[in-house]
């Protein structure tokens, strides 16, 4: 069931995000549903209302923690409010371009696996990528945040890949066309 944005809100609301998360969370989604709507077009099969849904909560864990453990955290609040587990999968694999075993393991996180792998896991977390604050703007300016941080951008590379080899088209262009001319 895809969630409104009004629920969405309340919920937002109930854990106390600011208007800058629910900003973000909103853009992202904004930035899913136009990924998620090239594969239908395509032919492939996805939820897109839970990958719509999970956008617009992806980031309700950090009212827990800043830390990469927000996805984990998310994750559980959203089963606590009722969310299936195709929300509750996509918002814990959201982080970074995913964690592999190692790392999650070395961080103490309850399931090893988290990794976007599904269509609706990887159009969700690329989206986040491609969202800075409210805005859309190049793949390369979050490649230079991943090197800054020191996080895994070959994984971030790959994440990128494995969409356009679903869609056969940049994932990248067709964000930057059909989202910047709506902002
Ligand atoms: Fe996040």
Redesign the pocket.
Known sequence: MKTSYEEALRIHRKYGSSDRVIRHCKTVAVVTMVLGEEYLLRGVRLDLDSAYSAALL??I??NVTQTVR??VE?AELLRSEGMGPTVVEIVRK??GAGISDQEAKALGFPDLDCVPKSAEEVIVCFA?KMVDADSVRPFEEEVKRFQRKGHDVERLRALRARIEADLGEDPEALILDKVKESQ
Do not use: I, L, T
């Open positions: 992806h980031d864990g950090r927000h996805g998310g959201h982080v986040d």
